[in-house]
């Protein structure tokens, strides 16, 4: 992930442009895009390692009417605020409760964060340069006559954004890495969400697993075949699989509606829910982060 | 006619290469799902209002469906787990960068633009709980991109192609392709509305993401319409059945 890398030192090398004396500034980039360039491996081992390691958190006891509502009110909040500081908070306060409390492995917790890092170093780019008449930033290149510059109100806009973005982020993991999906499609069940999309959304989520079952194994063998040989093969093989895939889960989609309706489906699906009480402790976790976050977000005003 | 360049010149043309070499390479695990977090709280709920009309059409008419032929719900979740599963998975690339499908032309292909939008709403909250593409906020928004403008355009671009006769593979290939290049630039413009630039305002904003994206996303759209083209055709020689019964057969016979 040397790419990676490159563009947070650079990213960071024109945040902290003038602001920074020139020595420490270069060696934080670089320290930055060596430790995001580690970190980022993007292992593409298990498709769903978010799903795998929201089995094993050890929230899962936690009502996940309160996981879903509260870290959605968190969102709201970070996303309101004007300032980097609710944003800043919460990725570190996020972190600490997933990691230490859900007992997610720190590693796969990082490198999880660094996935949006593509999105977040590219667009960064565009919000961070600007086109115009004269030098007026803190870092110019002359182009076409005119100056590609990097202002200061840049600068702050960009940290901002990224700050909140990391917040709001860490929160969306907070609630996908401890609450698993069945729960959180019921949690959108009781929310009164159509009947219809919560059918879909149980019944999707069910078939992505056959899917990749069955995609797994024909990769496999294309693989073993040497199916993989060179771009274009892949492109082939890739296209071949995909259309396979797709005509065959039809034909299982078939036996599935056979199997459903010989027992007795009649177009709704219920599932045992396990209850699992508010405890006093949850709830008063739940409120302090809120009324924390609500108060970093007054301050800045 | 060989006027030596200007050092400026030569300096711009030095910088986009090698700035679009670095990020044509960078790893775009669907760069264009707008992030978790990153739009202002204002613009989330009105991309969110946006796409109501839509869904609601498309709910309507996947319950019109699903009454007469219930299986049609079956095949409607079949195919919602396989646009998932498609976009989350690695395809070839030239760069060896690590990119996914869309899936967004395909499945306006096959289904039509209005079923797709509610399919697409429902696996992009999977997508960001359980790959971490996109967000809860930034739902309305990427649904508004990649679930309704996208596969509208692409199924009219085919819709098109298919009055005017021209060669089915070269119709399929012009719609997916087409359609995520589409996608791509409501995207862009959605972050240039969020992010307007001080100098030039919107439009000056919009180039610029346009811009930083191109290189991820040009590659991606022609590698997207080849796959489709190859998808599609595969289906048609070993699913006739299948096809037909999601009715995208029925002109054929």
Known sequence: ?301 | MAKKWTKNERRFVGVITVLSLFLAAAPAASAMHIMEGYLPAGQCAVWGVVCLPFLAAGLVGIRRTVKNQRKALILLAMSGAFIFVISSLKIPSVTGSCSHMTGTGLAAILFGPFQVSVLGIIVLLFQAILLAHGGITSLGANTFSMAIAGPIFAWALYMLCKKLKVNRKVSIFLAACLGDLFTYCVTSLQLAAAYPSEAGGFFASAVKFLGVFAPTQLPLAIIEGILTVVIIIGMETYAKPELRDIGFLEEVG
């Open chain 1, 1 to 301: 992930m040397i790419i990676t890398a490159i563009l947070t030192a650079l990213v960071s090398a024109c945040l902290g442009w003038g602001r920074m004396p020139p020595g420490p500034l270069g060696l934080l980039s670089v320290g930055l895009g060596l430790l995001l360039g580690l970190l980022g491996r993007h292992e593409h081992g298990g498709a769903l390692s978010i799903d795998a390691l929201a089995q094993r958190s050890s929230l899962g006891g936690v009502n996940a009417v309160l996981k879903f509502w509260g870290s959605l009110a968190l969102l709201l909040l970070c996303v309101l605020s004007a300032s980097a500081l609710p944003g800043l908070a919460l990725a570190l306060l996020m972190g600490v409760l997933t990691v230490r409390g859900g007992r997610v492995p720190l590693h796969d917790y990082l490198s999880l964060l660094a996935l949006p890092a593509a999105f977040l170093l590219i667009s960064a780019l565009a919000l961070l340069w600007s086109w115009g008449d004269s030098p007026a930033g803190v870092l110019n290149i002359p182009l076409f006559g005119g100056w590609l510059s990097v202002s200061p109100a840049a600068q702050a806009r960009t940290a901002l954004v990224i700050c909140k973005a990391l917040g709001a982020v860490s929160c969306l993991y907070l609630l996908s890495l401890s609450t698993p999906m069945a729960e959180i499609i019921a949690v959108l069940r009781r929310a009164h969400v159509p009947a219809l999309a919560v059918e879909l959304m149980y019944l999707i989520y069910r078939y992505i697993f056959i899917l990749l079952d069955m995609h797994r194994t024909m990769h496999d063998a294309a693989q073993s075949r040497l199916g993989y040989d060179g771009f274009r093969l892949s492109v082939r093989t890739t296209g071949s699989i995909y259309a396979n895939l797709l005509a065959r889960s039809f034909k299982r989609a078939g036996a599935c509606f056979d199997a459903m309706e010989s027992r007795c489906y009649d177009g709704e699906i219920r599932f045992l829910e396990r209850e699992k009480p508010v405890l006093p402790v949850h709830a008063a976790a739940a409120a302090g982060l809120l009324i924390l976050t609500f108060g970093l977000s007054l301050l800045a005003f």
